[in-house]
């Protein structure tokens, strides 16, 4: 079964190239400009559109919306309410990012809205993210988590279950499900860790496979292409470059080169 969902996530990766879609990013300030860089050497086609009056529209002519509420603000709340519900009008995928809900558990209610007046595809968070959504505690700092955490399989299947959704749970090794398929990911390194962003860029991605996915929903499928993506870059990067300033600009050029025979070549997975 593992080599199945490594060739399907092999395809999606090919496809995100061949389609280019246009990936709507409401994203934190702090990542901004990587999430928009990663999504070009990917192949997709960013838009960073997060203006209130703008974003029902802008959602409505794209191929995914992605939504990171680690710098959320009422201008972000209005916008993304609206690109949540225009998502759901058009059917588009929706990934959410919930950067900071296990610090800040009031964020957690953001998701349970996006819910009530949206459909949710893809959550992507870190471990301590996934745990703290799944009404479980987790060892976090801030927005970060400690590597892998026990129950982190279980709680992504929760998770999956209460929101309908595919969950990607990021850490020393991914977790993917479905609520029902369970796949671990074991690429990806330490020097990820050490960078601003790695995780936000991970979530962007994910959009852009989501769309380019979009045509058979194998939602399961796209985010392990884009998990797989993100940790086989940061491996290639690692083999150039060993300092932070270096290996970032390393990723973007990694990522580049990222293609579905990479991916099945490269890809470390276990379902």
Do not use: W
């Amino acid at each position: 079964m593992s080599n199945l969902y490594l060739e399907k996530a092999a395809r999606i990766v090919d496809a995100v190239r061949e389609k280019n879609p246009l990936v709507d990013c409401i994203t934190n300030s702090v990542t901004v400009n990587d999430c928009a860089n990663i999504l070009l050497s990917f192949g997709a086609s960013p838009a960073m559109c997060d203006a209130f009056d703008e974003s029902y529209q802008f959602a409505k002519i794209s191929g995914a919306v992605y939504i990171n509420i680690g710098t959320y603000q009422k201008e972000q709340e209005t916008a993304a309410n609206q690109a949540v519900f225009a998502a759901k009008q058009v059917g588009i995928p929706l990934v959410i990012d919930p950067v900071g809900c296990a610090a800040i558990p009031r964020r957690i209610s953001i998701l349970d809205h996006f819910l009530e007046i949206g459909e949710i595809n893809i959550i992507k968070g870190n471990m301590g993210e996934i745990m703290a959504l799944s009404g479980r505690k987790a060892d976090v700092k801030g927005v970060d988590s400690s590597g892998d955490i026990p129950g982190i399989e279980e709680a992504a299947i929760s998770v999956a279950k209460k929101y309908r959704c595919t969950v990607a749970a990021t850490g020393k090794s991914d977790v993917i499900t479905d609520g029902n398929l369970v796949m671990r990911i074991h690429n990806g390194v330490e020097m990820l860790t050490k960078i601003t962003g790695s995780g936000c860029m991970a979530g962007a991605l994910c959009a852009a496979t989501a769309a380019a996915a979009k045509t058979d929903g194998d939602m399961f499928s796209a985010a392990a292409a884009a998990i797989l993506s993100m940790g086989i870059a940061g491996e290639m990067a690692a083999e150039k470059a060993n300092l932070p300033g270096s290996f970032r600009t390393a990723l973007f050029d990694s990522i580049y080169t990222v293609t579905g025979k990479v991916i099945t070549e490269k890809g470390k997975t276990q379902c």
